[in-house]
């Protein structure tokens, strides 16, 4: 029941699909590809991995009023 995110960078070494995901995380909230970037992403494009997050951050935010 606790929401997840997943973003995937193009270089990145592991990619997991949607579905599989889905499977092990039951509230997968967002999920995201980015075609730039990889292992260390959030050094690489810090401002892109930021906005994803804040991005969560507002559905979670937004999904916890509304369970209530």
Not at 26 to 50: C, D, I, R, W
């Amino acid at each position: 029941s606790v929401p997840a995110s997943y973003q995937y960078f193009g270089r990145d070494i592991f990619f997991y699909p949607r579905r599989i995901l889905e499977f092990k995380y039951l509230n997968l909230t967002k999920y995201s590809m980015t075609p730039n970037g990889g292992h260390f992403a959030a050094f690489q494009n810090s401002e892109l991995v930021g906005a994803d997050l804040l991005e969560f951050v507002k559905l979670y935010h937004n999904w916890n009023f509304k369970s209530l």
